[in-house]
């Protein structure tokens, strides 16, 4: 995946002292919709997003948003892995991400059973967090990143596999048909490959699996050489570019992933201008609108920033300079 890379210095470097400082906001925009907010007026504010194409989208959109509305931004998107974006939140390092509801719920929170509406995956994790940690979740959008596995049509044509049920027997009964490729998280989180295999039964021991990086994943599962199976996020952009087919989680194992935003408690109360700003944002961003965002980097190879600025133009909110 491409990110938007400024002067030499990476700014998301981890070091002993933790995250070091963020860089400038790569790209100049003015007032549209969202106006100069006088509270914020050179409100320093440091934005985190992690390391893959939907969340450096996620992050510019905030960026750009509160550029425009006068606060002094900082960008520190492309940090790598859940946890050390987490870890900055809690540390004060970054002000504000997007967050997904499933990844608070079972990764941050340590629960294993997901909450099957999305309104109440959404509550349930944003009062949990709140009493625990001190963390803000609000202005969630209806667009749901939940991990999914795919399959190419033929694929598909060729094992009569729709459903995971489906794929559970295809290994079980035929192993090396069922060739998977899995990012490096999706294989260890528990709402990945080792929850996903409880739930449905499958034996670890028998599944041909290749830990790859999540960007391999896509073009290999439609290739069908290196493997015919691949786990991805379910609003990448690259899925309907390559026909990709996704298996329907029939058991409905896969928790709602909603993009919410995050803040500390201590942030938000001081600048609760910041949720308002966002709220249009977040309510336009759909499972459509952000495919086609993710697919414009990942397929037509822009850059993420662009592909984020020009977006807030279109819909109003700010203005290019």
């Known amino acids: ?37 006088p509270e914020l007026d050179g409100v320093s504010i440091t934005v985190g997003s992690k390391d893959f194409t939907e969340q450096n989208i996620l992050g510019y959109l905030i960026e750009f948003a509160l550029s425009a509305a006068g606060a002094q931004v900082r960008d520190l998107t492309n940090i790598q892995g859940s946890n050390s974006v987490r870890d900055a939140q809690l540390h004060g390092q970054i002000d504000i991400s997007y967050e997904y509801t499933g990844t608070g719920w079972i990764n941050y929170l340590g629960n294993e059973t997901p909450v099957p509406d999305e309104v109440g995956q959404f509550e349930a994790v944003r009062d949990a967090d709140l009493a625990a940690h001190g963390i803000v979740w609000t202005d969630m959008a209806p667009m749901n990143n939940t991990y999914a596995l ?124 910041v949720a308002d700003i966002m709220a249009p944002i977040s309510k336009k961003l759909t499972n459509e609108a952000i495919t086609e965002l993710n697919r414009q980097v990942d397929v037509d190879g822009r850059e993420p920033a662009e592909v984020a600025r020009d977006w807030m133009v279109a819909e109003g909110f700010v203005t290019a300079r």
């Open 1 to 37: 995946m491409r990110a938007w890379v400024l002067g030499v210095a990476a700014v998301f470097v981890l070091s002993a002292c933790g995250l070091q400082s963020g860089s400038a906001v790569p790209l100049r925009v003015g007032p549209g919709s969202i106006r100069p907010v």
């Open 150 to 273: 795919v399959m190419s049509a033929n694929t598909a044509k060729e094992t009569g596999v729709v459903t995971l049920s489906d794929y559970a027997r295809l290994i079980a009964t035929d192993p090396a048909a069922a060739a998977t490729c899995v990012g490096t998280e999706f294989n260890v989180r528990q709402d990945g490959y080792p929850g996903m295999a409880r739930k449905y039964g499958i034996d670890t021991g028998k599944v041909h699996k290749q830990i790859v990086q999540d960007a391999v994943v896509y073009q290999a599962t439609a290739d069908a050489k290196q493997c015919r199976f691949g786990s991805v996020a379910a609003t990448d952009g690259r899925i309907p570019a390559l026909g990709l087919v996704l298996l329907k989680d029939d058991l409905g194992f896969f928790p709602k992933y909603n993009a919410a935003l995050v803040m500390r408690k201590s942030f938000a109360d001081a600048h609760p201008q």
